[in-house]
């Protein structure tokens, strides 16, 4: 067995991290309490985005600590295929108390990614129930991000993330962005300009064919290539858009779920509701790893309803 010393970074492999860089100039925290974190050599640093936008509710909070200890000594682990445990369907019952109006079907996963890739199937899995499997495109968005999956980096819109991993998903197509400070500079809320960039999609849909089209999955607020808020009006249209061709609209609420502007979900905060919301992070103030999705009913009736390929097992999907 190799031996390596309690100090040696080099076994590590990080993620979205210049490795070379961060192993010669390291930059530990060791400890976090609130809204500040410890580093190694004892600075307080204030968390200004709580953490990678995970902390909702500060550091350390003690319930969250309480809860994660004793559930650990009771049942650390039950497969989650054909068996179940109480929590899991209580805590279903409590997501779906806090998302809009008919979003009440939860189907947890590991982290935010998987939420999206989840999003993905289930608007796929949705159409082929429903006797449309010719509809598998998926419009994502330009500067979007979904996570790192294949599906998410497919719609997603930051070219780093995917120009080294071939060729993605098929069939996917990109709205564009809504960043138009020529238009926008110095807003303040919502910018007053854009909606129209939300008339791309009839474009697309007029491209491909509405018959074609699965899903649109957007960030209600993109956060990841700069704080992107959606102009006035902007996200109402998508939904008239998506509902009037009867495209499932798919919002990926990873970093804007759980309080993070000012209401339960983007969803809410802007009076629109699609018809799957992406969750994670937030959801467990992110002390352990863990995303949901949260489908409307009919959807989730449509593919649990369906006759299926194989009996017994509605959706080939899980973690
Ligand atoms: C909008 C959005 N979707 C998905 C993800 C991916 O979540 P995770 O890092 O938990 O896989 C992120 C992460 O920041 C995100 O901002």
């Given amino acids: ?24 100039n390291p930059r530990l925290m060791v400890a976090a309490q ?18 990678l936008w995970c902390v ?31 929590l899991a369907f209580q805590l279903a019952s409590r997501v779906a108390g806090i998302m809009p109006e008919g979003l009440d079907r939860i189907f947890f ?3 935010g990614s998987e939420s999206v890739d989840t999003a993905l199937k289930i608007a796929l899995a949705y159409w082929r129930a429903k006797g449309q499997g010719q509809r598998i495109r998926l419009i994502g968005r330009e500067r ?41 500079a110095f807003s303040k809320g919502q910018p007053a300009h854009g909606a129209d960039f939300a008339d791309r999609l009839e474009a697309m849909i007029a491209l491909h064919g509405p018959d074609t089209i699965a899903a649109v999955i957007i960030e209600p607020v993109a956060g990841s290539t700069g704080v992107l ?7 109402e249209r998508l939904r ?22 000012g209401a339960a979900t983007a969803a809410e905060r802007f009076g629109v509701t699609p018809d799957i919301i992406c969750l994670a992070k937030g959801l467990t103030n992110a002390a352990v790893p863990m995303g949901a999705v949260a489908a409307a009913r009919h959807v989730y009736d449509a593919i649990v309803d369906a006759p299926g390929d194989v009996p017994g097992i509605e959706l080939f999907h899980g973690y």
């Fill in 1 to 24: 067995m190799a031996s390596v010393a309690p100090n040696d970074l080099s076994s590590l492999w990080m993620p979205f991290t210049d490795n070379r860089y961060f192993k010669a």
């Fill in 34 to 51: 609130d809204m500040h974190y410890t580093t190694a050599v004892g600075r307080r640093v204030l968390d200004g985005t709580a953490g």
């Fill in 56 to 86: 909702n509710a500060g550091h350390g909070r003690e319930p969250i600590v309480k809860a994660i200890q004793q559930q650990a000594a009771v049942l650390d682990y039950a497969p989650t295929f054909q068996l179940g445990h109480p």
């Fill in 109 to 111: 996963t590991n982290s």
């Fill in 144 to 184: 979007g991000y979904h996570g790192t999956g294949f599906g998410g980096i497919s719609v997603g819109g930051i070219v780093t993330n995917r120009r080294t991993f071939g060729t993605g998903l098929p069939g996917t197509d990109h709205l564009p962005h809504t960043h138009d400070p020529a238009r926008n």
């Fill in 229 to 235: 808020v959606p102009p006035v009006g902007y996200l």
């Fill in 240 to 261: 008239a858009i998506t509902a009037h061709h009867g495209i499932l609209l798919i919002f990926d609420e990873v970093i804007t779920g759980f309080g993070r502007i």
